[in-house]
Every structure is written in structure tokens, then in C-alpha cells.
């Protein structure tokens, strides 16, 4: 402890350069070169003003063409985009949570998928009223896969997570029309309303792409969380490792990339498995070393430990070390780019997803039944692959840094039980951390989310960000490729605590926590929407009141627009550094960045300055605590 030396991005960078040598030596792409074929970007497009959801198109919006051949205006076209765009991410993210509802309807005693927290299907299953008493877990969680994908179709109701959300915030979100219903029917809903001839009343699409949004983070992300720790276990603090360092070039290395965790927790299974470890060995190498990208890598981390090899933008990192014998992909965020890279190596690329098909992989098809096998046979592939290594072409960076994970909202309330100079008892309750806040030890939080985008230096906003948050006595909880920008950096070292102001740093001590808390993947933002619904019952107060924001300065995908969407609906006001392609139409900012605000208590701010964008979100809140007089 005490002996934290950061990995800066300077270095990170000088390590990409490095690899993308190797890369110009067999006559890979990168990213780094289509970028520079897709500069300038389309106008049109980056101000979100072309629309071709007809025939009659594409229209696009200038000063000489105020508007499409239906007459649409650009105020109309900028919201049915975003709308879209919305639509896009929640359905991903809730497809996510169905798949995870369906392989928990599998789970069997003897099958490949158990449940290994039968105490939180049984907490779960009395919050949904659903009997519990006698009956075998296996059926309990049949019966609870069974009516959690009834909430993505039923007709009547809304969600049933809505109820976890404080009073006050579940009224507001009724008045406002936004509450969701069925998950499937706001997807379709936002389709139908973006349809030629519909919606075009910016406050409308907006109204919409709040319920769309609901229906992802308090419905089918919420369903991907809660039933992921059913299956594979609630996250607990562990320590683990992160940056390309972790990989191994005396090991077969197996890269899990994508989100759903059914895949990697099957070959993190496998590649432990005494048999498959000694078929390494006949390979010729020492071990398997399995290491992650993107949230699937998140989901392994918080679960078991399994380094990060990288976020978002380093997943063609991880093929130019040329020490990956098999990158193994499930769905999202996967670049389409691996394919012909991994066929300048000796790489296998494994689809296993009909989700997520690419040219150049080899298609592993996995599903539930199969499950078992199919992640055998992937981890022998790779040991089999070994062999094809070009020794010449190994360069893995000698870069990596420690890291805890694993704070789920469960494990966080329990590790914070004991900061607490408290009298009367706040066990299981979130008034420790409150009461940090209300004295002014810690000053708020600050949800730190999603992705890279090549438009903001990779991990520069997430890393900066996060030290001058922590330097001011502000607490961040991270997910996504923001939490493994993190962990690259070394600032989820718990010897990060010496950058932090004074109160926080005594916490970080008190608790033995690191400043930078790893709340786990995208989905599992739905954790931080349980962690801010808590505080706000435990302290009385409504969310919109508490000292936290949320955001999400480098993001690049339609689920980040989502996210933002139910982080604002919920009463967090959201920091993006990228602007949703909303530029285009004054009204739709307006809505976006004020007018939501009468509704849901809470609005975005788009701030492309990286510096003012943190001061910013300091002051805001600074602006909070002192409505609160704390
Ligand atoms: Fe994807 Fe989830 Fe973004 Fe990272 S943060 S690039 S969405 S992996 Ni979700
Ligand atoms: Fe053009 Fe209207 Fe068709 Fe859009 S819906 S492409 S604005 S005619």
C-alpha cells in the first residue's frame, strides 16, 4: 500500500503504438486508420437532421430545405433519431436480460447452469409475491424465469421492478406518462411512433424515449442483473487484475469478449478444469489464461476474479499481442473488424451468437442445452491453436495494475456497515453511507458509465474525470468500459485512496475500499438504480435531491443513450461528453437538457470540454448539498 504508481494514458498509448507496428507488419487494419477514412464525418448525420424511414427520402434539413417531402420539420426528425436510437439500445439490453431469463428457466441441479444464490431468487420471489414456502428451488426459479419474461409481453400493468423505486419517484414517473409497461411493447411502441406519419411532436418522442428507457434500466437490465447473480452469483469484493499485462505468453491465452455471461462463465469453467489445463500443457504451453474485454469481462471480473484485458477500444489489442490463441465473442460491441484482423494472426475468432454473426469467425453455435460442450470444445480449440503461434510476432505490453471488484449493492451495504460512528443500528441499510455524505466526508457520488468513442482521447475523459472526482471527496461507482478504464489506470488499487481528498481517503481506509467502485457491466447500471433508491428511502429525501449524478463522457452506443435516458427518468441529472445527435434541432435540446426536468426532476448536460465537464458536475453537486443545507 501506498506504493500506487498510475498507469497513464501517455503509457497506454505508447503501447497501442507499439502493437499497431506489429499490426503495419502483417497488413492488419485498426481503428485508428478507418477513423481516418470516416473524417470529416457526415454533417447531416452528426447533427441527427437526415431522415430515411421512407421512400420518399433520405431528406435532409438545411436553411433551404426546412423540411422533408412529408413536410416534417427538423425539430421531428432530430426526435424520431433519437427515439430510434433509444429503442435500439433498450432492446439490446433487454434482449440481454430475456437470454438470462431463459437459460435461469434451464438451470438444473445436475445441469451445466445451477443456482448459486438460491437466498437472493428467494428475496426476489417474496418482493414479486410469488410464493416461496416448500417449494424446491429449482421449481422456484422456473416459476421466476417464467414470470420475469412475462414482463416483456404482458398486456396490462407496468413493470413489476417499478415498486423497488422510492414513492415519490414512481409517482412521478406515473404522472409523466413514462411509467413502462410490457418491455417488448415500449420497444415497439418507439418503432411505431418513429414510423413515417406518426410522431413528430418533439415532446412526445422524448416522453417516449424516457418510458423506452425505463423499461430497459427498471425492466429487462434489471431482470439481466438480478437473475445473472441467481445463476452465477452475487458479486463480493475480490481482487483481480487489469490491462493487456494479464495476458500470458507462456499460456494459451482465451479472450471472452461481448456481454452475456451464460458463454464466459461456461469457458471460464472449462479453462480451469484440470483436463483441459493438462491439454494445454500437451500443446506446449504452461496453462490457460482466460482474460476479458468489454463487459463480459466485467461480468467474469465481479464474479470470479478473471482479469481485464482491456476495454472497448483495445479489443483489436488483444489480436495484435499475437498471443491470442481464441477471442470467444457473445453479443454487442464486438467490432466486425475482428474477423479480418484475427486472419493476420493465428487468432480464432468464435461467434457463438445467432445474434451476433460475423464474416471471417468460426460460428461455435452455443445455447443453453449445449452449453457444457460447446465451451469444451471452444478451450480445446484454442490449447489445439497454440501451435500456430508466430513466436516473431509476440509482444505482450508489460503493463497491468491491481484491482478490487465486485461491489454489487448487496456487497457495498455490507462492506459499508462498519463506517459508522452511528448509535442506533444501520446494518443492511445504506445510512453509513449517508450519513458520510450528510457530514461532509464525502462530498456525493458520481455514476461513471459506458464506453470509448475515438471522438474523445480513449480512457483520457474516464481516467481525468475520475481523479479530480476522488481528489474532491467524491465517491465514483463505475461500470462498463468506464469501470476498466479504471482499473487500466490502477485507480481501483485500493492504494488509490492517497489520491483522494482527506474524508474520502479515511473512508477508503475505514472500509478498506478503493475510491473507484466496480459496480459490474452495463446491465448492472440497474444495480445503481436499486443503490440510489435506497438512499433515497434510508435518508427521506427523493432521489433528484441526493448529491449524485451520473455520466458518461466518452459513449458511443444506442444502450448508452438508453442508460442516460432511465439515469435521468430516475432523477439523476447525466454529464455526456458526446452529444446524442441532437445538435440539430434547438427544441429537442431544450427538452433534453431542461424541459424534462419538470417531469422527472432531472436533466442532461452535454459538455465536450472534458474540464468544464467535471467542474461542472461538481458544482452540481455542491448546488445540491447546499439546497439540502448540508
Ligand atoms: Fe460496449 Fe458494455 Fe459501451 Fe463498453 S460500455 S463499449 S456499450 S461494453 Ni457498456
Ligand atoms: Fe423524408 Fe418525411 Fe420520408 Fe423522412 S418520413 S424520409 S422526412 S418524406
Known amino acids: 500500500m501506498g506504493d500506487l504508481k498510475l498507469t497513464t494514458v501517455e503509457e497506454m498509448e505508447a503501447a497501442t503504438a507499439r502493437l499497431l507496428e506489429t499490426g ?24 441527427g437532421v437526415c431522415c430515411r424511414i421512407c421512400a420518399m427520402g433520405p431528406c435532409r434539413i438545411t436553411p433551404k430545405a426546412p423540411r422533408g417531402i412529408c413536410g416534417c420539420d427538423v425539430h421531428g426528425i432530430v426526435g424520431r433519431n433519437y427515439l430510434k436510437f433509444t429503442a435500439g439500445g433498450a432492446a439490446t439490453h433487454s434482449d440481454h436480460g430475456r437470454e438470462i431469463c431463459h437459460t435461469l428457466y434451464e438451470a438444473k441441479p445436475d445441469g451445466a447452469y445451477k443456482v448459486k444464490d438460491p437466498e437472493k431468487l428467494i428475496r426476489i420471489a417474496k418482493e414479486w409475491g410469488v410464493e416461496t414456502e416448500g417449494k424446491d428451488i429449482y421449481d422456484l426459479a422456473h416459476e421466476m424465469a417464467e414470470t ?90 475480490l481482487d483481480t487484475e487489469a490491462n493487456l499485462g494479464v495476458m500470458n505468453a507462456d499460456n494459451v491465452n482465451i479472450v471472452v469478449h461481448g456481454h452475456d455471461p451464460s458463454l464466459s462463465e461456461m469457458v471460464c469453467e472449462y479453462a480451469d478444469d484440470p483436463e483441459m489445463i493438462a491439454y494445454a500443457k500437451s500443446m506446449g504451453a504452461k496453462g490457460i489464461t482466460v482474460s476479458g474485454v468489454c463487459c463480459t469481462s466485467n461480468e467474469v471480473a465481479m464474479r470470479r476474479g478473471v482479469p481485464m484485458a482491456g476495454n472497448f477500444l483495445q479489443q483489436e489489442n488483444v489480436v495484435l499481442t499475437g498471443a491470442c490463441e481464441a477471442i470467444v465473442v457473445d453479443v454487442q460491441c464486438i467490432f466486425p473488424a475482428l474477423g479480418p484482423l484475427s486472419k493476420c494472426f493465428h487468432t480464432k475468432f468464435i461467434t457463438t451468437s445467432p445474434i451476433a454473426q460475423m464474416p471471417d469467425s468460426d460460428y461455435i453455435r452455443f445455447d443453453v442445452g449445449t452449453a457444457a460442450e460447446k465451451a469444451k470444445q471452444i478451450v480445446m480449440t484454442a490449447c489445439e491453436n497454440f501451435k500456430n503461434r508466430k513466436p516473431d510476432l509476440v509482444y505482450i ?37 449517508i450519513e458520510c455524505i450528510t457530514s461532509g466526508v ?24 475520475m481523479k479530480k472526482l476522488i481528489a474532491n471527496d467524491i465517491v465514483v461507482v463505475a461500470s462498463g468500459c468506464s469501470a476498466q ?89 447525466t454529464f455526456l461528453g458526446v452529444d446524442p445527435y441532437v445538435a440539430g434541432s434547438s427544441e429537442m435540446g431544450q427538452w433534453l437538457t431542461e424541459g424534462v426536468r419538470d417531469w422527472v426532476e432531472a436533466a442532461y448536460t452535454v459538455e465536450t470540454d472534458i474540464e468544464k465537464l467535471v467542474d461542472k458536475m461538481i458544482d452540481r453537486i455542491e448546488e445540491k448539498r447546499t439546497a439540502l443545507g448540508i
Not at 497488413?27 to 473524417?39: E, I, M, P, S
Not at 420475469?148 to 414517473?173: D, I, S
Not at 481517503?505 to 472500509?511: G, T
Not at 473507484?516 to 433528484?544: F, P, Q, T, Y
Open 24 to 47: 503495419a507488419k502483417v497488413g492488419a487494419d485498426a481503428w485508428q486508420l478507418r477513423v481516418k477514412n470516416q473524417t470529416p464525418h457526415c454533417k447531416f448525420g452528426e447533427q
Open 148 to 237: 420475469a419474461l412475462m414482463e416483456y409481453g404482458k398486456p396490462f400493468g407496468v413493470q413489476r421492478w417499478l415498486k423497488r423505486a422510492p414513492e415519490h419517484t414512481q409517482k412521478l414517473w406515473h404522472d409523466a406518462e413514462i411509467e413502462p409497461r410490457a418491455i417488448d411493447r415500449e420497444v415497439a411502441t418507439s418503432l411505431h411512433m418513429a414510423h413515417m406519419g406518426c410522431s413528430s411532436l418533439p415532446e412526445a418522442l422524448v416522453r417516449q424515449s424516457l418510458r423506452a428507457g425505463l423499461a430497459d434500466g427498471w425492466g429487462g437490465s434489471m431482470c439481466g442483473t438480478e437473475f445473472s447473480d441467481v445463476l452465477f452469483g452475487t458479486p463480493k469484493p
Open 397 to 433: 505490453p508489460d503493463m497491468k495494475q491491481k484491482a478490487t471488484v465486485g461491489y454489487s449493492f448487496e456487497a457495498l451495504v455490507k462492506t459499508l456497515d462498519g463506517v459508522t460512528n452511528s448509535q442506533v443500528d444501520v446494518t443492511g441499510t445504506t445510512k453509513p453511507l
Open 442 to 465: 464525502i462530498r456525493g457520488a458520481v455514476a461513471m458509465v459506458g464506453c470509448n468513442n475515438p471522438k474523445i482521447r480513449p480512457d483520457y475523459a474516464h481516467i481525468e474525470l
Open 485 to 573: 478504464a479504471a482499473a487500466k489506470a490502477g485507480l481501483m488499487d485500493k492504494a488509490a485512496k492517497d489520491l483522494c481528498g482527506a474524508g474520502l481517503k479515511r473512508v477508503c481506509e475505514l472500509a478498506d475500499i478503493p475510491p473507484v467502485l466496480h459496480m459490474g457491466s452495463c446491465v448492472d447500471i440497474s444495480r445503481m438504480m436499486v443503490l440510489v433508491a435506497e438512499l433515497a428511502k434510508d435518508s427521506g429525501l427523493n432521489i433528484s435531491q441526493l448529491p449524485v449524478v451520473g455520466c458518461a463522457p466518452e459513449w458511443m452506443s444506442e444502450k448508452a443513450v438508453s442508460i442516460g435516458n432511465y439515469v435521468v427518468a430516475t432523477g439523476i441529472d
